[in-house]
């Protein structure tokens, strides 16, 4: 019989009876029912029970036993009385009645317990995060990130792509976020950085003659923590394509997304048609570049209906260049309570009030209620009704001035109406592709211009484009929004030098700087470049809403905690003297 075991935990079944079996795992819960042991033995595969009683040899040790002692047990297989059957449990059918005990792991009292589901703090939690996997929602979420990515990469393979692997140790590029940096010992004062994402080795792929790649790619940003990222590393699918357009990724990545979403999304629906809308008009209609589409709200300009009318606040705003009003229609909200309770939403948020009409009905006719409609009377109140297709029990928000200023508001309104509302579809998952992105913005402060997006896409209209006004470039980018959430970021990329070194002008970046940062991509592009894009799809987002959990941290392995700091390992953590001088480092203390 091998050393350990002759099954797994979830083998054994009635063919089983008789037999003498081996099993190894650790200890899920003791029962004690009258001087007859009960064990729940688990391991990675299930769990099974097993039993010891006095007529057992081992029965005075198997009473030392405690939970998540690792033990490896001999016994015979039973079944179970019919009333004692368990058919919550693939082997509940069974038990195996002890006869031999080994300890292979005593465990001290712990910190957190792994049967049962008490919520823990996270700090409990990342210390000890490897009793944490052991628990069964954490087991499950990480086999099933394990499966997604074998899954992807049949999907890629099977589309004609490519593994190919590309360099963690490199230079800096700018990606939207801090860089990690990595001191050279032989060559003193230089830093490498770790890869924000492949994006220029991945272009070089294509410059080199390989058609298609992809990698599931561990990139790292010095970024500040979300509940939906990682402060420090994370893994995507990336891929590259070359002589495609914009459609052609699309089309090439959206039945590999949709695929995964349908074999593992636990039955829940797959919207098989996936808008484009324009970076602009998710602004306008969502307030956010990443919509939530279960949620059927689309915000509307209802400007003209307030221009000059006797509202006096919104009357004012629209004298002012550059505002609007927008309305976010709620059907079925149209309660004053309702209307308050949102009010009360948008002051905590930092707004002063959030305006609002509801429809009603009175003696048997519809009536406009709320502030806003007795300020504007009741013709512009039945147009704006009108407009946003509302009826009697409904009810419409507004809120106005610069649509910079309040659009987050609105789309967080959005989000809370739906939901409030029970108006937003949870058993489903609905994309949009998020096209046309602005290609620079502006620093509010400075007025200096930057790049909004990816810096090495190719701007709509090529060259001609970049000789006007940099606001009014749109770039060939991309984003794929779910549920609210961005999977996945690409652009068709710029790919001749003359348009390059043009575009980084525009941003402020000198020929020679971009020269000097991107010379390796810059001079590949010299000798015969092929057109190319791709994107790059978060493999944590995608777990975590297949695992339907809102913090990240619940399907990555060992993830950091909000500061940034790795409290099982003791990262981050302050070098030894010597290395220090080997890599001629000297730590500057910060003064309090």
């Given at each position: 019989?091998h050393?350990?075991?002759?099954?797994?935990?979830?083998d054994?079944?009635?063919?089983n009876?008789?037999?003498?079996v081996?099993?190894?795992?650790?200890?899920?819960?003791?029962?004690?029912?009258?001087?007859?042991?009960?064990?729940?033995?688990?391991?990675?595969?299930?769990?099974?029970?097993?039993l010891?009683d006095p007529?057992?040899?081992?029965?005075?040790?198997?009473?030392?036993?405690?939970?998540?002692?690792?033990?490896?047990?001999?016994?015979?297989?039973?079944?179970?009385?019919?009333?004692?059957?368990?058919?919550?449990?693939?082997?509940?059918?069974v038990?195996v009645?002890?006869?031999?005990?080994?300890?292979?792991?005593?465990?001290?009292?712990l910190?957190?317990?792994?049967?049962g589901?008490?919520?823990y703090?996270?700090?409990?939690?990342?210390?000890?995060?490897?009793?944490?996997?052991?628990?069964?929602?954490?087991?499950?979420?990480?086999?099933?990130?394990?499966?997604?990515?074998?899954?992807?990469?049949?999907?890629?393979?099977?589309?004609?792509?490519?593994?190919?692997?590309?360099?963690i140790?490199?230079?800096?590029?700018?990606?939207g976020?801090?860089?990690?940096?990595?001191?050279?010992?032989?060559?003193?004062?230089?830093?490498?950085?770790?890869?924000?994402a492949?994006?220029?080795?991945?272009?070089?792929?294509?410059?080199s003659?390989?058609?298609?790649?992809?990698?599931?790619?561990?990139?790292?940003?010095?970024?500040?923590?979300?509940?939906?990222?990682?402060?420090?590393?994370?893994?995507?699918?990336?891929?590259?394509?070359?002589?495609?357009?914009?459609?052609?990724?699309?089309?090439?990545?959206?039945?590999?997304?949709?695929?995964?979403f349908?074999?593992?999304?636990?039955?829940?629906?797959?919207d098989?048609?996936?808008?484009?809308?324009?970076?602009?008009d998710?602004?306008?209609?969502?307030?956010?570049?990443?919509?939530?589409?279960?949620?059927?709200?689309?915000?509307?300009?209802?400007?003209?209906?307030?221009?000059?009318s006797?509202?006096?606040?919104?009357?004012?705003?629209?004298?002012?260049?550059?505002?609007?009003?927008?309305?976010?229609?709620?059907?079925?909200?149209?309660?004053?309570?309702?209307?308050?309770r949102?009010?009360?939403?948008?002051?905590?948020?930092?707004?002063?009030?959030?305006?609002?009409?509801?429809?009603?009905?009175?003696?048997?006719?519809?009536?406009?209620?709320?502030?806003?409609?007795?300020?504007?009377?009741?013709?512009?109140t039945?147009?704006?009704?009108?407009?946003?297709?509302?009826?009697?029990?409904?009810?419409a928000?507004?809120?106005?001035?610069?649509?910079?200023?309040?659009e987050?508001?609105a789309?967080?309104?959005?989000?809370?109406?739906?939901?409030?509302?029970?108006?937003?579809d949870?058993?489903?998952?609905?994309?949009a592709?998020?096209?046309?992105?602005?290609?620079?913005?502006?620093?509010?402060?400075?007025?200096a211009?930057?790049?909004s997006?990816?810096?090495?896409?190719?701007?709509?209209?090529?060259?001609?484009?970049?000789?006007?006004?940099?606001?009014?470039?749109?770039?060939?980018?991309?984003?794929?929004?779910?549920?609210?959430?961005?999977?996945?970021?690409?652009?068709?990329?710029?790919?001749?030098?003359e348009?390059m070194?043009?575009?980084?002008?525009?941003?402020?970046?000198?020929?020679?700087?971009?020269?000097?940062?991107?010379?390796g991509m810059?001079?590949?592009?010299?000798?015969?470049?092929?057109?190319h894009?791709?994107?790059?799809?978060?493999?944590?987002?995608?777990?975590?809403?297949?695992?339907d959990?809102?913090?990240?941290?619940?399907?990555?392995?060992?993830?950091?905690?909000?500061?940034?700091?790795?409290?099982?390992?003791?990262?981050?953590?302050l070098?030894?003297?010597?290395?220090?001088?080997?890599?001629?480092?000297?730590?500057?203390?910060?003064?309090?």
């Amino acid at each position: 019989m091998h050393a350990f075991r002759s099954h797994t935990c979830a083998d054994l079944n009635k063919s089983n009876v008789g037999e003498t079996v081996r099993l190894s795992g650790w200890v899920h819960r003791i029962r004690d029912h009258g001087g007859i042991l009960f064990v729940d033995l688990r391991d990675h595969y299930g769990v099974t029970q097993v039993l010891c009683d006095p007529d057992s040899p081992v029965f005075a040790q198997m009473e030392t036993v405690r939970s998540e002692w690792c033990i490896r047990i001999d016994g015979t297989v039973k079944a179970r009385d019919p009333e004692l059957v368990n058919p919550k449990l693939p082997t509940g059918e069974v038990e195996v009645f002890v006869r031999d005990l080994e300890i292979l792991g005593a465990a001290e009292e712990l910190p957190l317990m792994v049967f049962g589901d008490q919520e823990y703090p996270e700090e409990t939690r990342l210390r000890y995060r490897y009793l944490d996997l052991r628990r069964e929602k954490m087991q499950d979420n990480m086999t099933l990130r394990s499966d997604v990515v074998a899954s992807i990469r049949r999907r890629m393979w099977d589309k004609g792509f490519r593994e190919f692997q590309t360099p963690i140790i490199t230079a800096s590029s700018p990606e939207g976020a801090r860089d990690f940096l990595v001191p050279s010992r032989l060559h003193p004062g230089k830093f490498y950085a770790l890869p924000q994402a492949p994006q220029q080795f991945k272009q070089l792929i294509m410059v080199s003659g390989f058609d298609k790649y992809f990698q599931i790619a561990p990139c790292f940003r010095d970024e500040d923590p979300r509940a939906d990222r990682s402060p420090t590393d994370f893994y995507q699918l990336d891929m590259e394509m070359s002589f495609v357009s914009q459609q052609d990724v699309f089309d090439t990545i959206q039945p590999v997304i949709g695929g995964i979403f349908e074999e593992f999304g636990g039955g829940r629906k797959v919207d098989a048609e996936w808008p484009q809308i324009s970076y602009k008009d998710a602004a306008k209609w969502y307030g956010t570049d990443k919509p939530d589409l279960r949620n059927p709200i689309k915000m509307q300009d209802v400007s003209e209906h307030f221009r000059g009318s006797g509202f006096a606040i919104f009357a004012k705003l629209l004298e002012q260049d550059g505002t609007e009003i927008r309305a976010i229609p709620a059907p079925t909200g149209g309660s004053r309570k309702f209307c308050d309770r949102m009010n009360a939403f948008a002051q905590k948020e930092g707004l002063p009030g959030m305006g609002y009409i509801f429809w009603r009905e009175t003696n048997g006719e519809m009536e406009a209620a709320g502030p806003l409609a007795k300020n504007i009377g009741p013709e512009r109140t039945e147009a704006i009704r009108q407009q946003l297709g509302l009826g009697i029990g409904d009810a419409a928000f507004f809120l106005g001035g610069k649509p910079s200023v309040f659009e987050g508001v609105a789309g967080k309104a959005r989000t809370v109406i739906g939901e409030e509302l029970n108006l937003t579809d949870k058993d489903r998952f609905a994309f949009a592709w998020i096209v046309d992105f602005p290609m620079y913005e502006k620093d509010p402060e400075t007025g200096a211009v930057d790049f909004s997006h990816n810096p090495f896409s190719m701007p709509q209209g090529g060259e001609e484009a970049l000789n006007g006004d940099p606001m009014d470039v749109l770039g060939y980018q991309y984003d794929l929004a779910c549920n609210g959430y961005e999977l996945i970021s690409g652009a068709i990329r710029n790919h001749k030098p003359e348009i390059m070194f043009k575009a980084f002008e525009l941003a402020g970046y000198p020929a020679d700087e971009v020269t000097k940062r991107f010379g390796g991509m810059v001079n590949a592009f010299k000798y015969g470049a092929p057109p190319h894009g791709g994107c790059a799809a978060g493999i944590d987002r995608i777990v975590m809403l297949l695992a339907d959990t809102a913090n990240i941290r619940e399907v990555i392995m060992f993830p950091m905690n909000q500061r940034a700091e790795d409290l099982m390992m003791g990262a981050p953590s302050l070098p030894m003297n010597e290395q220090l001088r080997e890599l001629s480092l000297r730590v500057i203390e910060q003064e309090d």
